[in-house]
C-alpha cells in the first residue's frame, strides 16, 4: 500500500492567514493526489483533484501544488476564513488500495 | 446533482454480517465512467477505502478486507450493497458510500452512517 504521510497534525492559525499542509507518498503518484475538507458530523468534501485542479465551486483561496518528485504535495489556504475550520485530508489514487493522509485538524487562534 | 444515501442497522453483534446499502438518486449507477466506493472512517481516526464497483459490476476491494467484504450493486433499484461478515468491534465506525471519477476522485459523497459492533 501507498503511505500518505501528512503533516502537520493540527494547527492554529488566525483569520487571514496563510496555511499550508504538506502530504508525503511513500511512492510516485505523479499527479493522482486530492485534497479534502470535513467538518464535524459531515462527510469529506473534495476540494482539489489531481493535484492541482480546483473543483467546481470551491473558493479560489484553496490550491494544492506537486513537487517534481511526484511524491511531495502541499495544501495552501491563501487567507483563512472562519468558514475554513476542518480536518483536511489528501487522498491518493495512483494504485490501489486508495489511500488517506492521516488529515490536518485546523483551528482558529 | 447525483445524491447518495446510506442506510442500514446502527448496531451489529460481534461475529455477524454487517449489511448496508447505498441509495442513488439523480444518477445511474450503470451508467457513466464511474466507481461507486465504500469507504470508512473509524471512531476520532482516518478515514479507509474499502473498495469499488465499477458501472460495469467489476469489484476491487482492499486486500486487508477481501476476505469478508462483498459489495455489489443492484440496477433495478439503483443501489450499492456492502456486506462485511464476522465482524469485531474493530469494525464500528462511520461508513460512507461515494462516487469517484474516473478512478479515485471522490466527487460526492453520501452523509455516512453510524455503525457500531457490540453484543
Known amino acids: 500500500d501507498i503511505q500518505m504521510t501528512q503533516s502537520p497534525s493540527s494547527l492554529s492559525a488566525s483569520v487571514g492567514d496563510r496555511v499550508t499542509i504538506t502530504c508525503q507518498a511513500s511512492?510516485?503518484?505523479?499527479?493522482?493526489l486530492n485534497w479534502y475538507q470535513q467538518k464535524p458530523g459531515k462527510a469529506p468534501k473534495l476540494l482539489i483533484y489531481d493535484a492541482s485542479h480546483l473543483e467546481t465551486g470551491v473558493p479560489s483561496r484553496f490550491s494544492g501544488t506537486r513537487s517534481r518528485s511526484g511524491t511531495n504535495f502541499t495544501f495552501t489556504v491563501s487567507t483563512l476564513q472562519p468558514e475554513d475550520i476542518a480536518t483536511y485530508f489528501c487522498q491518493q489514487y495512483g494504485n490501489l488500495p486508495l489511500t488517506f493522509g492521516g488529515g490536518t485538524k485546523v483551528e482558529i487562534k | 446533482q447525483v445524491q447518495l444515501q446510506e442506510s442500514g442497522p446502527g448496531l451489529v453483534k460481534p461475529s455477524q454480517t454487517l449489511s448496508l446499502t447505498c441509495t442513488v438518486s439523480n444518477g445511474s449507477i450503470s451508467t457513466g465512467d464511474y466507481h461507486w466506493t465504500w469507504i470508512r472512517q473509524l471512531p476520532g481516526k482516518g478515514l479507509e477505502w474499502l473498495g469499488y464497483i465499477y458501472y460495469s459490476g467489476v469489484t476491487y476491494y482492499n486486500p486487508s478486507l477481501r476476505s469478508r467484504l462483498t459489495i455489489s450493486g443492484d440496477r433495478s433499484e439503483n443501489q450499492l450493497s456492502l456486506k462485511l461478515n464476522s465482524v469485531t468491534a474493530a469494525d464500528s465506525a462511520v461508513y460512507y458510500c461515494a462516487r469517484a471519477r474516473p478512478r479515485g476522485v471522490l466527487g460526492q459523497w453520501g452523509q455516512g452512517t453510524v455503525v457500531t459492533v457490540s453484543s
Open positions: 511512492q510516485d503518484i505523479t499527479n493522482y
